[in-house]
């Protein structure tokens, strides 16, 4: 446990003046760059835009303070929309209210049991494909941003690229997006140049979220309808949330609670859905803008984007709606270009990276792009590494004999580990017909980890059994011991 004094010495970490001012010009960069966001994933979720927007507020300002990763954004995102909105084309808006809520208390419980460590088990050749993918679904979304536009969006657009690539070689007191933003917005206005604006999107709130309960008959016909939206939303919000928070401790070289974050998740899903929010977990490219754009690093720049969001769409809803669409399209696209890990692609990378961890990227991000569903892809992807593993410690399974001088004993040395994949192939490595009367079989290099193991060394007794031969097995280490005289003769040995 931290004591008193460095907790304070890291709360007030946040009042120096370097700090402070990294963590509110973020948060401001954020809060204009879920504006857009929050609407768009509205719309998917066919919702009215105010709904976005609150939801964006709501979850960001709570899990600031109940969230396990720093500086990680959360709000409205596509992922959950794609999953609630059949609920609410259906059934209506009470009902979608209501699955959030019973999702964020699906999250809760699956946080309480422990599922945010099964993150753990997700391998680095996933990690790249879900962070590659996500660069690449990112782009894709601003693709219909430069579409059928007028002219003078794409001058824009190269403007604020170029602005972000080469201000902060001038200064990085203020974060290139935001000046990017500020610069093309006044450049628009001036000029009168007619381009898509953020007032285009929709309209924005004029006022804040008041809480309520779901107008839906509190019945357990309703429960029924709604759990198996509520489960799905908890699932991928918490897979989206949780492999975010990993990237982020690897970009900032710390530690976070999954554990936190998953209940976290829950509990700013339960306050949304309380507020009429649509719910939401992390969100990628707004983390990435927070933390690696902006170099923030504490909650108060995601409590800040929610709080500088509101502000800004109900004291500043005007001059926000005037905000072209191109400014907040570059910074997005330069996320992207920050985001994608370019040196998995290289062809340097490519000759020296083995075959199965180029398939198990390649089968993550193309299910990703797919899908449009990154959880679909980290599941997929983690299958194939799971297969590509058990395919390759397979082969190291050996097995090598030594008949003794007088022919009365054979000695089977069997070397690697023993489980479903590589004891299928063992009981085909013995001379049942040809061996002496007695054969040792020594498994002091081996370890044997599952039932499928078990059943094959009682398979290859049985046949050595029923020609008159005797079988000694010796040379287990502790835990194969346990599990062999635990299951051996209590399983099938039937092959």
Known sequence: MPSFAASLSARSAWLSPKVLR??????????????????SFSVIAGVDPAIGLFSSFTMAVVISVV????????????????????????????????????GGVFQIVLGAL????????????VMVGFVNSLAILVFMAQVPEMRDVPWA???????????MVFFPKVTKAVPAPLVSIVILTVVTVAAGIAVPTVGDKGALPSALPV?????????????????????????VGLME??????????????????????????????????????????????????VK????????????????L??????????????????LVAVMVMVCFATFDWHSIAPRTLKRMPAGEITVMVVTVTCVVVSHNLAVGVVAGSVTAMVVFAKRVAHLADVTSVTDPEGGMVVYSVTGELFFASSNELVGRFDYAGDPGKVVIDLAGAHIWDASSVAALDAIEERYRRRGKSVEITGLNEHSALLHGTLSGELSAGH
């Open 293 to 308: 754009v902006s170099g923030a690093r504490t909650r108060l720049s995601t409590f800040l984007a929610g709080v500088f």
């Open 114 to 125: 422990g599922v945010a460590k099964l993150v753990r088990f997700v391998p680095r050749s």
């Open 67 to 102: 969230g396990g990763r720093p500086a990680m954004i959360s709000a409205a995102t596509g992922a959950v929309a794609l999953v609630i909105a059949p609920l609410n084309r259906e059934h209506g808006l009470g009902y979608l209210i209501a699955a959030v809520i019973l």
């Open 310 to 327: 509101m502000v800004l769409c109900i004291a500043f809803g005007p001059v926000v709606s005037e905000i072209p669409m191109a400014a």
């Open 153 to 163: 969006v794409y001058p824009l657009l190269a403007g604020g690229l170029g602005l």
């Open 22 to 39: 990294t963590e509110v010009l973020g948060g401001l960069v954020v809060a204009l760059a879920l504006i857009p966001e929050a609407i």
């Open 241 to 290: 949330s949780l492999m975010t928070a990993k990237l982020v401790d690897e970009i900032t070289d710390t530690r976070s609670s999954k554990t936190r974050e998953s209940v976290g998740q829950g509990v700013a899903n339960i306050v949304t859905g309380f507020f009429g929010g649509m719910g939401g977990c992390a969100m990628i490219g707004q983390t990435m803008i927070n």
């Open 211 to 235: 809480p309520g309960l779901p107008d839906v008959p509190f019945t357990l016909d309703t429960l029924t309808l709604i759990a198996p939206y509520a489960l799905a939303m908890a699932v």
